[in-house]
């Protein structure tokens, strides 16, 4: 088992950027692949980005647009997310989610384990 912990979230600017962190309470987060994903209120769960194990395989979402980078350093035990020429529509609570598998999967169902979410607003 995985305790999720996301920082890293706060109010910000249009235009601004932030970087959201994802690390454990309890457990080895480099013993899994991880996903952000973020809901906004009335939305469905989206999914953002995913990275593999070892941090070689990426795959994004189509709402980032080339604006959030996702990354790992198994040393330090996190996840990092970027984000980058933030809008107004980025708001929302972003989650990380752990799976124990190879790769970086997309669906929300395949991950195990989730964090209690870190809130972004963006105003314009």
């Known amino acids: 088992q995985v305790q999720l912990v996301e920082s890293g979230g706060g109010s910000v600017q249009a235009g601004a950027s932030l970087q959201l962190t994802c690390t454990t309470s309890g457990g080895t987060l480099s013993n899994y692949a991880v996903g952000w994903f973020r809901q906004a209120p009335g939305n469905e769960r989206e999914f953002l980005a995913a990275i593999n194990i070892r941090g070689g395989s990426t795959n994004y979402g189509d709402a980032p647009k080339g604006r959030f980078t996702i990354s790992r350093d198994n040393a330090k035990n996190t996840v990092y997310l970027q984000l980058s020429n933030l809008t107004p529509e980025d708001t929302a609570v972003y989650y990380c989610?752990?799976?124990?598998?190879?790769?970086?999967?997309?669906?929300?169902?395949?991950?195990?384990?989730w964090g209690p979410g870190t809130q972004v607003t963006v105003s314009s």
């Open positions: 989610a752990a799976d124990p598998g190879l790769f970086a999967p997309n669906i929300a169902a395949t991950y195990n384990y």
